[in-house]
């Protein structure tokens, strides 16, 4: 087994990774409860708790303010891009999403090659967001002096 800290872009590749999932998505004009985004995020629990995705979180927020897309997810880890998708379907989304999870975590940086992305990733993404800086390089020159 390689040591992660040898190399920078192995730890990021062992680094666990957050699935943001929008629990107040709903399409314009549904009024039916659940929302659509709460059975988005029910069927994600449901499929990481089952154990077949190991170092993946899913975490519940209250707006990823992207509501002309719903249902809608961000995907984060340290070190690398996080990327917010809509337009994915409660119902048959679960699967592909975490699909697409994984390929993300599988990388250093969490760029996934364009064609090797599942379709709803290709044709779903709102935004890609840089990895946020080290501490080391937000610090002001001379600050600790």
Same mark, same amino acid.
């Given at each position: 087994?390689? +040591?992660? =800290?040898? %190399?920078?872009? +192995? ?7 957050? =699935? ?16 659509? #985004?709460?059975? =988005? ?10 154990? +077949?995705?190991? #170092? *993946? ?21 340290? #070190? ?6 809509? +337009? ?9 999403? =975490? ?9 250093? %940086?969490? *760029? ?16 890609? *967001? ?16």
């Amino acid at each position: 087994m390689r +040591d992660p =800290l040898a %190399d920078p872009a +192995d730890a990021n590749q062992t680094a666990p990774v957050t =699935l943001y999932v929008c629990a107040t998505c709903r399409a314009a004009g549904d009024a039916s409860e659940p929302r659509a #985004g709460a059975q =988005l995020l029910a069927a994600l629990q449901d499929a990481v708790n089952s154990g +077949d995705h190991p #170092g *993946i979180t899913v975490a519940s927020v209250e707006c990823l303010s992207v509501c002309k897309r719903p249902c809608t997810v961000a995907v984060a880890s340290a #070190g690398r891009w996080t990327y917010v998708y809509g +337009d994915l379907d409660p119902a048959a989304s679960a699967r592909t999403i =975490l699909e697409g999870v994984g390929l993300y975590a599988g990388t250093p %940086d969490g *760029i996934v090659p364009w064609k090797a992305r599942p379709p709803e990733f290709r044709t779903g993404v709102v935004a890609r *967001i840089p990895p946020f800086p080290p501490l080391a390089a937000t610090l002001l020159p001379d600050a600790a002096e």
